[in-house]
Nanobody
Framework: VQLQASGGGVVQAGGSLRLSCAAS????????MGWYRQAPGKQRELIAS???????DYANSVKGRFTISRDNAKNTVYLQMNSLKPEDTAVYYC????????WGQGTQVTVSS
C-alpha cells in the first residue's frame, strides 16, 4: 500500500475527526509528509506538513484547529481536526512533500452547518 487515508466522515460544524494515513516506507521513511485536501471545484492544496524530525507547518486556514503528527515506527501520519467548519468539506489525502507517491483515493470529510 503506497498511501491509504482513512477516518473521514460526516460531522457537524464544531466537531472533530482524526484522520490516519498508512504509507509505504519508500515514501515515508526520512521524508517530510503532508496532508492535502481538495474541495469541489478547487485545486488540491497542502494544509499541513511534518518533517521526519517532527517539525510542523500549517496553512493559515487550519492553523490552531488542526494538528499533524506521525508515528515513524508505523509509517503512519495523522491529522487531528478540531473546530471543523463547513469550508473544511473536502477529500483529504496524504503524500510526501519532496518525494511523492501515487495519490490514493483519499478520505471524504463532510462538515454540515
Amino acid at each position: 500500500v503506497q498511501l491509504q487515508a482513512s477516518g473521514g466522515g460526516v460531522v457537524q460544524a464544531g466537531g472533530s475527526l482524526r484522520l490516519s494515513c498508512a504509507a509505504s516506507g519508500s515514501i515515508f521513511s526520512g521524508n517530510a509528509m503532508g496532508w492535502y485536501r481538495q474541495a469541489p471545484g478547487k485545486q488540491r492544496e497542502l494544509i499541513a506538513s511534518i518533517t521526519s524530525g517532527g517539525s510542523t507547518d500549517y496553512a493559515n486556514s487550519v492553523k490552531g484547529r488542526f494538528t499533524i503528527s506521525r508515528d515513524n515506527a508505523k509509517n503512519t501520519v495523522y491529522l487531528q481536526m478540531n473546530s471543523l467548519k463547513p469550508e473544511d468539506t473536502a477529500v483529504y489525502y496524504c503524500n510526501g512533500i519532496l518525494i511523492l507517491g501515487a495519490w490514493g483515493q483519499g478520505t471524504q470529510v463532510t462538515v454540515s452547518s
